[in-house]
C-alpha cells in the first residue's frame, strides 16, 4: 500500500479552501508571484476541476496580499502553507511546493507573537511536509511537540501514527492510530486503521477499514479520490485485480483526468502484458503531471518489450526528477533503491541506497524487506535471511514476503535455525 502520509492530511485543507475567499481577489498573481512567497504556478487545464482551482487562486492571492501588507494577520501564513501542500499532491510540483511550505511555516514559527493556538496549527502543518519529504525523525519531533500542546486534536495524532510506521515502532503507532479514531472517526482515521490492519497481516480488515474511509470521504475532492485509489492498491497488492481495476475507474469517475487512477490502470494492464494498452495509459497520465513513478513503469514497459533506446531515454529522465527531488530536500533513498532493484538490476547501487536508509530507519519492515530482497538477488543468502526475519516481525502477509520466503526456502532446504521463517 502506498505511504498514508501522502494525502490523508490535506482532507481538510482541500474542504477549507474550497469553503474560502468566495469572492476573487483584486490582487495581479503577477505582481504576487515577485514577492518572497512562492509563486503559484497554473494547474494544467485537465486539472483545475472548476471551482476548486478558482478557491486556490483566490486564497493564495488573498494570504499574500496580507502577508506583504503592514497590518499582516498570521492566520494567512497557514493558508499560504496549506495550498503549497495542496498544490504539490494535486500537480506533482514538489521540488517547488514543499520547500515554499517549510519557508513559509518556518517564518510563522519564528514570530514572538503567535498563539499556542496558531503554533499547534504551524507544528502540524510542517509535520505533514516533513512527512511527506520522508524526514520521519524530524515529523515525529513536530507532532509530539504539537500534542504537548493540543492533545485533544484528532489530525496530529494522524501525522504522528505516520511517523512512527515509517520509523518502525508499530505498537505505538498503533496506539496513536486508535486514539486518532478515539477522537474523530473519519477519512483520515479510518485509512490509518486500515493502514494498521494491513501492516500486522490483516486483509479483509484492511480492507473493510478503508472501505469506511471512502464512504466519509466527499466524492470528487483530491483526497477522497486517493482514498479510493488506496484502496484499490489493497486489491491489487493482494490479487484481486477485477475489484482493483473497479476502484480505479470509479475514482476517475469520481474525480475525472485523476492522474494516480490511470496511472493505476496501466499498472494492472503492464501486469498482464498488455503493453499498448499500458502505454497509452502511462503517456495519459504523465502528460497531465510528471509523476516519476510513472515514468519507471513506462521504463519496465520499454524494456520488457525490448525498446531499449526509449527504455534509456526515460531512465535518464527519471534520474533527473530525483535528483530533482534530492536538491529540494527530499530523502528518495528507496526510490533509488527500487529502480536499481527491479529495472537496472545495479545491485551494488540498490544496496547502497537501501544501507543509507536503514541507518536513518533500521527497524522499518519495507527497509528491511528491501534489503533481504537485494542480498538475495545478491546471492548473499545469510543477510538475505537477516533482514528477512526483520521484516516480517509485524505478520505481514504482503505478496513479497511471501515469494522471497518461498525462494529463501528453496535456496537453503536444510535450515537449522528454527527461529527462521
Not at 188 to 198: F, K, L, N
Request: glycine share 4%.
Amino acid at each position: 500500500m502506498k505511504s498514508i502520509f501522502k494525502f490523508l492530511f490535506l482532507f481538510g485543507i482541500a474542504v477549507s479552501l474550497l469553503t474560502a475567499c468566495n469572492k476573487k481577489s483584486n490582487s495581479n498573481t503577477d505582481e504576487i508571484s515577485q514577492s518572497k512567497y512562492p509563486e503559484l504556478l497554473d494547474r494544467p487545464e485537465l486539472l483545475q476541476n472548476g471551482k476548486e482551482w478558482e478557491a486556490v487562486q483566490n486564497t493564495y492571492a488573498g494570504a499574500v496580499q496580507n502577508l506583504t501588507s503592514e497590518k499582516v494577520d498570521l492566520t494567512n501564513y497557514l493558508k499560504l502553507t496549506e495550498v503549497c501542500i495542496l498544490e504539490a499532491r494535486v500537480t506533482g510540483e514538489h521540488g517547488h511546493y514543499y520547500p515554499g511550505a517549510l519557508q513559509i511555516i518556518d517564518e510563522l514559527l519564528s514570530k514572538k507573537d503567535i498563539s499556542q493556538d496558531l503554533l499547534f496549527q504551524a507544528l502540524s502543518l510542517k509535520s505533514s511536509v516533513l512527512l511527506s519529504q520522508h524526514d520521519f525523525k524530524n515529523a515525529l519531533l513536530c507532532s509530539q511537540r504539537a500534542i504537548k500542546i493540543n492533545p485533544y486534536n484528532a489530525q496530529i495524532y494522524g501525522t504522528l501514527t505516520d511517523a512512527l510506521v515509517e520509523l518502525g515502532r508499530y505498537e505505538e503507532a498503533v496506539l496513536a492510530a486508535d486514539k486518532m479514531v478515539g477522537i474523530r472517526p473519519d477519512l483520515r482515521s479510518y485509512a490509518r486503521i486500515s493502514y494498521m490492519r494491513e501492516i500486522h497481516g490483516d486483509i479483509e480488515g484492511s480492507i473493510e477499514a478503508m472501505k469506511m474511509a471512502v464512504k466519509a470521504g466527499y466524492p470528487g475532492l483530491e483526497q477522497s479520490a486517493w482514498t479510493r485509489l488506496t484502496l484499490g492498491n489493497i486489491y491489487e497488492t493482494y490479487g484481486k485485480l477485477d475489484e482493483a481495476k473497479n476502484e480505479y475507474q470509479l475514482t476517475l469517475a469520481e474525480r475525472e483526468n485523476y492522474p494516480f487512477a490511470i496511472g493505476a490502470l496501466a499498472g494492472i494492464e503492464l501486469q498482464q502484458e498488455n503493453y499498448k494498452a499500458a502505454e497509452d495509459l502511462l503517456k495519459e497520465a504523465t502528460a497531465i503531471i510528471p509523476e516519476f513513478s510513472f515514468y519507471v513503469q513506462l521504463a519496465e514497459l520499454y524494456q520488457k518489450t525490448n525498446r531499449m533506446e526509449e527504455y534509456k531515454e526515460t531512465l535518464d529522465e527519471i534520474f533527473v526528477m530525483l535528483q530533482d527531488d534530492v536538491d529540494s530536500g527530499h530523502n528518495m533513498n528507496l526510490e533509488y533503491a527500487d529502480i536499481h532493484l527491479r529495472i537496472t538490476k545495479d545491485y551494488e547501487k540498490a544496496l547502497a541506497f537501501t544501507l543509507l536508509e536503514h541507518e536513518k530507519r533500521p527497524v522499518n519492515i519495507d527497509v528491511n524487506k528491501m534489503l533481504a530482497k537485494i542480498y538475495y538477488e545478491m546471492g548473499d543468502k545469510e543477510n538475505s535471511r537477516k533482514f528477512f526475519n526483520e521484516a516480517i516481525r509485524t505478520n505481514s502477509k504482503n505478496p513479497d514476503i511471501k515469494n522471497l520466503k518461498e525462494q529463501l526456502v528453496l535456496a537453503t532446504p536444510k535450515i537449522k535455525d528454527t527461529n527462521v521463517f
